[in-house]
């Protein structure tokens, strides 16, 4: 059974950090790159960032650049979502995904060919 379980989220003050983890199971671990991805409440979905676990490469999204760090640990098939400096636009439901490629293109975050989401965690930022 394929499962991709997030967790970490809560509340937290503006400035503050959260980390969220992303558990996988039942597919190949390596053979995707794993995205994290957020939506806030009347707003679209947004990629947020990108890693590839079998290298270690990860993408951010501007917004996010400099604050978020990914990471892996592929001898637990999960994936971290490193979140510093915390502010309210950050509040959102974050989704993590394995997803077939990703990257930056046009100087904007890319993420295709999503395959397995998980449920989501909830992140709120307060001011």
């Known amino acids: 059974e394929v499962q991709l379980v997030e967790s970490g989220g809560g509340l937290v003050q503006a400035g503050g950090s959260l980390r969220l983890s992303c558990a996988a199971s039942?597919?190949?671990?390596?053979?995707?790159?794993i995205g994290w991805f957020r939506q806030a409440p009347g707003k679209e979905r947004e990629g947020v960032s990108c890693i590839y676990s079998s290298v270690g490469t990860a993408y951010y999204a501007d917004s996010v650049k400099g604050r978020f760090t990914a990471a892996s640990d592929n001898a637990k098939n999960t994936v971290y979502l490193q979140m510093n400096a915390l502010k309210p636009g950050d509040t959102a439901v974050y989704y993590c995904?394995?997803?077939?490629?990703?990257?930056?293109?046009?100087?904007?975050?890319?993420?295709?060919?999503?395959?397995?989401w998980g449920q989501g965690t909830q992140v709120t930022v307060s001011s």
């Open positions: 039942g597919f190949p671990f390596d053979d995707y790159a």
């Open positions: 995904a394995a997803v077939g490629s990703c990257g930056i293109r046009l100087g904007v975050l890319y993420m295709d060919e999503d395959n397995y």
